[in-house]
């Protein structure tokens, strides 16, 4: 009788948003906990974001359901993004807004996959792409990449990880958690394994496309052959500080996007009328306030690292984009304060909510259980605070 469905069973609740759960539950009980478990920009959406949604409010005009994939002129807007800003030709047609980049996955798993295929998942992966598979009831297939390599999958283990099943590769580049960026040649190198094999997609996650401290960033679908085969992925959360708005979209071949556009007439209807008049500025408005976001994370990043490195036992590579450090642990672990002994990531993580009131996020939820996620969109005063506290709790471990 009170059985839920086998997909429902097959998935687990997403951790990053779980934890911040925990860590709102905390505060309730009067505790000053640090929140570094979400990735969630500290910032305030700028001003002329929030100006043009009260403008669309007041207009009287945006009260109706938008078209399912998006108004018209929002679609154009994004279009002529990806040509100006990535080199990907997609035109309006192209294009379908979602209710944040999650639900723009989810449509395309759903609108491609049948039970039985399988799809590659670069590890560390994000937590949800995992659930979203086996949702679609596809096969995640785990391709991991090691911390002597920031992390980063090459194109040898793509090749070697594909079958006659394989449908998708899920690719993200800078990539929640670990800040790995791939270069350009290893990005090449990953279509060309692609192109090699007839019915293989990409599912590009450029969400944090703008948080990249490499001053270089490139777009897979831009590369001769690759258009066909992508379906990218953006949204506005991370680079405007728009997560509560829920914008987020793709560009992909006509028919990926006719699909989605079906799958989420069916699902959600189109995303809010006022967020997309909001998300309409910010894509075709002044980008310096998203420019300054991101030089302050770039300084707090420097500040993240220095401070890891100075706790023993916690071993970081050295991000180049989103807003993550994704350090390894294990050395913790079996280790006891007297009281609690450590076996795993989520109990160092229950211990570092516990007694020093910050909380993160268990590896584990991401692919790798020897290692912890640290969100550093904080405040640097936050940053240096929590840091402190981490160290010290982390000293009584012996
Ligand atoms: N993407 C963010 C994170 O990884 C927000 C929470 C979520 O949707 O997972 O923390």
Avoid at 103 to 120: F, H, K, R, T, Y
Avoid at 230 to 246: C, D, L, P, S, Y
Wanted: aromatic share 10%.
């Amino acid at each position: 009788m009170n059985t839920l469905s086998n997909r429902i069973n097959a998935i687990e609740e997403s951790a990053t948003l779980a934890m911040a759960a925990k860590a709102r539950e905390y505060k309730n009980r009067g505790l000053d906990v640090i929140n570094l478990s979400l990735g969630e920009p500290d910032f305030k959406t700028p001003q002329h974001i929030c100006e043009a949604a009260k403008k669309a409010i007041d207009e009287g005009k945006y009260f109706a359901y938008p078209p399912v994939a998006g108004y018209q002129d929002f679609r154009e807007a994004l279009a002529a993004k990806y040509q100006k800003e990535n080199n990907v030709p997609y035109k309006a047609e192209n294009i379908i807004v979602s209710n944040g980049a999650k639900q723009s996955i989810a449509n395309a798993m759903l609108a491609l996959l049948n039970p039985g295929d399988e799809v590659i998942v670069f590890s560390p992966y994000w937590v949800s792409y995992d659930a979203l598979i086996r949702i679609s009831e596809a096969t995640p297939v785990i391709v991991k990449g090691s911390i002597e390599n920031d992390f980063k999958v090459t194109a040898a283990q793509v090749e070697q990880a594909i079958t006659k099943k394989t449908r998708a590769l899920i690719f993200s580049s800078p990539c929640n958690p670990t800040g790995s960026v791939f270069s350009r040649k290893e990005i090449e190198a990953i279509a060309s394994v692609v192109l090699k094999h007839e019915n293989l997609l990409v599912i590009a996650d450029e969400i944090y496309e703008h948080i990249n401290f490499t001053g270089d960033s490139l777009s897979i679908a831009s590369l001769p052959g690759m258009f066909e085969r992508t379906i990218t992925v953006n949204g506005f959360a991370k680079g405007f500080a728009m997560t509560g708005w829920r914008v987020g979209y793709i560009g992909a071949p006509k028919w990926i996007a006719d699909g989605c556009n079906k799958i989420q007439g069916q699902l959600t209807s189109a995303n809010c009328s006022i967020a997309q008049r909001a998300a309409l500025a910010a894509v075709t408005g002044d980008q310096a306030p998203t420019r300054k976001m991101v030089e302050e994370y770039r300084n707090r990043r420097e500040i993240v690292y220095n401070l890891l490195k100075e706790i023993p036992g916690v071993k970081s590579n050295f991000p180049q984009g989103a807003f993550y450090f994704f350090p390894d642990v294990s050395s913790y672990f079996g280790k006891s304060d007297g009281t609690v002994t450590i076996a795993n990531d989520f109990d160092l993580c229950m211990y570092l909510l516990d007694k020093a009131h910050v909380s993160l996020v268990p590896g584990g939820a991401f692919g790798d259980d020897r290692c912890i996620r640290l969100s550093y969109a904080a405040s640097e005063k936050e940053l240096r605070e929590a840091l402190k506290r981490m160290k010290e709790a982390l000293q009584k471990l012996r």
